[in-house]
């Protein structure tokens, strides 16, 4: 009895790196989609930011 303590939870040195794998791959690719994401917010930003100093430069016509 001294020694079923921990016998259905032993895994294999293949299995512990292929769950840590798996995991670290699933943890990439949502790092990846997030930092995609941000990238897309900055570039939606920065084209609004631009349209509207583009539209405060002509709005004046020709200098008085």
Do not use: F, H, I, Y
């Amino acid at each position: 009895m001294k020694g079923d303590q921990g016998e259905g939870t032993e895994k294999t040195g293949a299995d512990v790196k292929d769950s840590r794998r798996d995991r670290l791959k699933l943890a990439l690719r949502e790092n990846l989609k997030r930092r995609k994401s941000q990238a897309r917010g900055r570039g939606e930003a920065s084209a609004s930011s631009e349209s509207a100093d583009a539209s405060l430069d002509t709005a004046g016509g020709e200098k008085p």
